[in-house]
């Protein structure tokens, strides 16, 4: 069974930091870019960040450049993103997702072909 899980939400002050991280099993993330993605309530889901299959390609929403982090480990089949300076305007469901093509990443979700269930990320003081 193919599956995304996602993991390391949680409640942070705002300037803090988290780190997500998304682990596949029932298959290699080796030929899959990976999105990370958000929705808050009452919000369109929206792309924050992606990262090409070699991990040489990253992209990022304006809204965090400079202050989240994508990464990659195919080793251990995990992506991660580092999430730093957090504002109560990152607050959402973060999700992680696989599409599989070894090309640029897109952070077009209709692109993606496997969904985590997604972590929940609060920022509040």
């Known amino acids: 069974q193919l599956r995304l899980v996602e993991s390391g939400g949680g409640l942070v002050q705002p300037g803090g930091s988290l780190r997500l991280s998304c682990v596949a099993s029932?298959?290699?993330?080796?030929?899959?870019?990976i999105g990370w993605f958000r929705q808050a309530p009452g919000k369109e889901r929206e792309g924050v960040s992606c990262?090409?299959?070699?991990?040489?390609?990253?992209n990022y929403a304006d809204s965090v450049k400079g202050r989240f982090t994508i990464s990659r480990d195919n080793a251990k089949n995990t992506v991660y993103l580092q999430m730093n300076s957090l504002k109560p305007m990152d607050m959402a469901i973060y999700y992680c997702?696989?599409?599989?093509?070894?090309?640029?990443?897109?952070?077009?979700?209709?692109?993606?072909?496997?969904w985590g269930q997604g972590t929940q990320v609060t920022v509040s003081s």
């Open positions: 029932g298959f290699s993330l080796d030929y899959y870019t």
């Open positions: 997702a696989a599409d599989r093509w070894m090309g640029s990443c897109t952070d077009l979700a209709a692109e993606y072909d496997y």
């Open positions: 990262i090409s299959s070699s991990g040489s390609s990253t």
